[in-house]
């Protein structure tokens, strides 16, 4: 397979400029002859839809959610990246790609992250426009605050509510829409398959959540943004529902998955409680500024932290990392935490998680400059674990957070399925191997406002439809098939829940997969994985009916993606046999401990094509080119 | 903890609901309240009956999804907090518990303890946004924001439009949601222009959802998890004033 990146001739800096001038156009009056459906009302899939309303088309939309309002993206907190240097410091289009191009440890297409840069400042105006409280400063003008390790001041930010208020925002322009009657929004409506006909995508399946009909919808295009992978892992700070079914089943329908070991690890969240733990929740990476990390020195030291004296306690980043210490990058911290609890030294009833410790940072500088600083924060975590962390040192550990890897889209964000597009955290395109704090919110608002609304036009102007109807054989076929899976899936009436399946394949991606692996961890998984997955067709159990409101039917369907996707995971870590930002080869690594990469080897995208249930599937390679950020060791130091 | 649970069990919108009592034992204080109620599901599941439908999502009091009435009071015991940040140690030993649905005339039930909240998506489609399109704003720093109505607005935004205002309001009233998405807007100089249309619209809205009107009981801001404030009920009110008295 060809993967044509498509990315067009020229200086970087002048590539989207004429690429926009070259891309058909479609006039205004023919707009709303064409139809596009969007999965996802997220900040990419709001920010898209709105816009095509706009712009004139005819759009339907569709969530799982009862509001378009309460997407996943709702929960980011720390701010958004834009280029605006309104703090003066030196800050650039060029640098915030340069930034994003090395913090995806390059393996990254430049082109598009140089494009993403370019139009991080448009989102912050539109934000603004549509009445985002940003933070201001006593002059009224922006208030900016450095994030991530970056070193220039470029996050723009609403308190701890980022990703709230930029969703309200795409959210008030899509239900303007809504209102002039442009776009039709369908909540609780899951997607169970795409629709190819003549080798493009004409629609979807759908499964109402509330009367559970299996339901046909055209179109011309079709753009998912579905969000992120990172519940493969069961525990996550993801939102319950997240799930990878949609841009599944756009991989078994031959659109190629690339890079899904690219799955990051976040330091800094609440650790697990208990078998009932649903979630982990994120606290803030600020909180490591004036925290200390530390564990008992001696195995099963059971006493109560403030009862450990000094001397036996290991702050084990600050001896390991002396010139970073406790800020040390995240997937460093997040794999040292790990190693101390393997060695039995990890602290919480489970045995995993590590002391933030605030008691040397209260002593200097009291403790109501700390309750200024992370005050809500504090407060978040009293209310979880029941302990007051001005006088006893938090618990963190920590979890699945964000997936880089997604559906392999070119420049135009079109999937190997013609007029299969996609958007935001779905696809895999700016962040390579690992993504920058406030990048995610940037991409996804750069996606759907200012990328997908000139692309697909060029798409649809370019090719003939013909005219379809969800009678048509495809369609009535993609139902049969949804059909006959619910069906079984309720016939099979075995023992085990949903959940607990989901929990089992959680269990050994986290253990094998999850923040450090190696070729053997890796084999094993591949050898765990399938007997979950027979055992979950043979012993699922499934209560009340399929043409009802039924909560374990929906939670059924989505694990039974996840337990096939696991495996492509899986077979892309083990065959991408270097180190790179968050995926951590430990075969792979410099003495202190940083991800090594292997650029004659591996300085290329990797993008699945399914085979079949089970079998490996098909790697095919994007080779990158870097021209104007030079391949380097990624060093923080 | 042992706890006995009445949970509202409703199969459809069109049948009559009860109360359904189940036994809980082995809770513990640092499970969450969905948690809890995950863990009865199971096991439930596992005895082959069909376990409580719920809303939620994020599970972190920001997306708006939780919606559970306990022991009367929508979002449970503890002042700003929504269900799913609600932890069992707030609970006893021995309690017994009733965990109800958000009860409005403008909220339908559609199964067990989850209803149809769309009336308020409809109250944003008539007015709660202010009319730019993709592309179409100036420089963010063009209309500078003195920092105190930055920060009011914000306290507005903050409604993570979950419906307990309603939920709370002995008249069913949604004044705080929508006095929250107003008063952002009027706070703003981008909201000025559709200022008084925005108000009429969204308010005119509301009642043909068929939520109540306002008597001022105030019981919404005591179970509002994001602490939103009447005093923009006021705001609302004098804007609607203004707004019909010119009939702009
Ligand atoms: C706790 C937390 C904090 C974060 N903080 C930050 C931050 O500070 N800065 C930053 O830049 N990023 C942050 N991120 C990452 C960022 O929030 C996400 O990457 C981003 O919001 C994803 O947006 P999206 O539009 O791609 O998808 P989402 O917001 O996940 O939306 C997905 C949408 O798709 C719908 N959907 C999915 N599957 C289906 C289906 N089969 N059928 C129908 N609908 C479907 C869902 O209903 C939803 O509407 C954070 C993430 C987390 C978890
Ligand atoms: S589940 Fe999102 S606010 Fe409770």
Known sequence: MNLDSKVPSGNIKEKWDKHRFEMKLINPANKRKYKIIVVGTGLAGASATASFGELGYQVETFTYNDSARRAHSIAAQGGINAAKNYPNDADSIWRLFYDTVKGGDFRSREANVYRLAQVSNNIIDQCVGQGVPFAREYGGLLDNRSFGGAQVSRTFYARGQTGQQLLLGAYSALMRQVGAKTVTLHTRKEMMDIVIINGQCRGIITRDLITGKIESHTADAVCLATGGYGNVFFLSTNAQACNVTATYRAYKKGAVFANPCYTQIHPTCIPVSGDHQSKLTLMSESLRNDGRIWVPKNKDDKRPPNQIPEEERDYYLERKYPSFGNLSPRDISSRAAKEVCDDGRGVSSTGYGVYLDFADAINRLGKNVIEERYGNLFEMYERIIGEDPYKTPMMIYPASHYTMGGLWVDYNLMSTIPGLHVLGEANFSDHGANRLGASALMQGLADGYFVIPYTIGHYLASNKFEKVSADHVEFRKAESDTNDKINKMISINGKKTPTQFHRELGKVMWEFVGMGRNEAGLKKALEKIPPIREEFWQNLTVTGEPGDFNIVLEKALRVADFLEFAEVLVWDALERDESCGAHFREEHQYPDGEAMRDDGKFCHVAAWEYQGVGNKPTRHIEPLEFHDVHLAVRSYK | ?248
Request: a neutral charge.
């Open chain 2, 1 to 248: 903890m042992k706890l006995t649970l009445h949970i509202w069990r409703q199969k459809s919108a069109r049948d009559k609901g009860k109360f359904e009592e189940h036994l809980v034992d082995d809770v513990s204080p640092d499970m969450s309240f969905l948690e809890m109620l995950d863990v009865l599901n199971e096991s439930l599941i596992h005895q082959g009956k069909e376990p409580f439908a719920y809303d939620h999502d994020c599970r972190e009091g920001i997306c708006g999804a939780c919606s559970l009435t306990i022991n009367g009071t929508p979002h449970g015991p503890e002042a700003a907090t929504t269900t799913c940040q609600l932890h069992m140690r707030k609970f006893k030993n021995g309690d017994s518990i009733f965990i109800e649905p958000f009860r409005a005339r403008a909220f339908p039930i559609i199964k067990d303890l989850v209803v149809d909240r769309s009336a308020f998506d409809r109250i944003i489609q008539v007015g709660g946004f202010i009319s730019v399109g993709t592309n179409q704003p100036q420089d963010a720093n063009a209309l500078p924001v003195s920092k105190l109505k930055a920060e009011l607005a914000m306290d507005a935004a903050a409604c993570i439009g979950c419906g307990a205002c309603a939920a709370a309001c002995p008249n069913g009233a949604s004044m705080l949601f929508v006095a929250a998405k107003v008063s952002q807007f009027a706070l703003l100089p981008q909201g000025q222009p559709e200022r008084k249309k925005r108000v009429v619209a969204m308010v005119e809205q509301m009642e043909k959802e068929g939520f109540g009107g306002c008597t001022n009981f105030y019981e919404c801001e005591a179970v509002c998890p994001k602490q939103v404030s009447v005093r923009f009920i006021a705001m609302m009110n004098r804007d609607f004033l203004g707004a019909t008295l010119t009939k702009e």
